[in-house]
């Protein structure tokens, strides 16, 4: 299980923590709540970099100038833009950001902006900003491995930028299962 799946600032001690008091305050609110307005309980994507930590797979498929990540989780789909584009100057704000991506020898950088301020960063309530900017470096170390290290830049939640670095794992041979999170659903009505 991913460390920071739980706890985006598991490698800070709680008295270095970066958010500011703002951020803080929504965090309690979000806890005394049972993180209840979870997007994901409520069918919304899950954003970056949760929808990289959560125990579901995630699939890439590159074509020329255009990468897709596809999120069995949440049946999220990511745009990732590899033809040399920059950001949109006033890009729609979504829960997955809009990505650029450049190649940096084996290492695939994703920056990533155009948050809107409806995601959280992990499942007990870290909040984030509409000002969210995040940069990626995703390697492949080997057949069935790939690095991956999100730097958080989000100067209306944190006193500063951090990274967290984790793995994932390649699943040969698998298919993505779907996810239809509003059929049925028969949960929320016993959240509080």
């Not at 596809?70 to 729609?92: F, M, N, V, W, Y």
């Not at 084996?106 to 995040?134: I, K």
Request: proline content about 8%; aromatic content about 8%.
């Amino acid at each position: 299980r991913n460390r920071y799946l739980f706890n985006i600032l598991a490698d800070f001690k709680p008295e270095d923590s970066p958010m500011l008091p703002a951020a803080q305050e929504i965090y309690r609110q979000r806890r005394l709540n049972d993180s209840a307005d979870l997007p994901s309980s409520r069918c919304l994507p899950s954003g970056i970099p949760l929808s990289m930590t959560l125990p579901y797979p995630f699939k890439f498929v590159q074509t020329p100038g255009l990468m897709v990540v596809l999120h069995e989780g949440d049946s999220a789909i990511r745009q990732i833009h590899t033809d040399g584009r920059k950001h949109t100057p006033d890009p729609q704000p979504t829960f997955m950001g809009y990505s650029v991506g450049t190649w940096d020898g084996d290492t695939l950088v994703v920056d990533t902006v155009g948050f809107n301020d409806n995601g959280w960063l992990d499942n007990r309530g870290s909040p984030r900003s509409d000002a969210l900017h995040t940069v990626e470096l995703i390697t492949r170390t080997d057949f069935g491995h790939l690095r991956i290290e999100v730097t958080l830049d989000d100067p209306k939640m944190y006193k500063k930028p951090f990274t967290v670095k984790f793995g994932a794992n390649l699943l040969a041979d698998s298919d993505l299962q779907e996810s239809v999170c509003a059929e049925n659903e028969r949960d929320r009505q016993h959240f509080r």
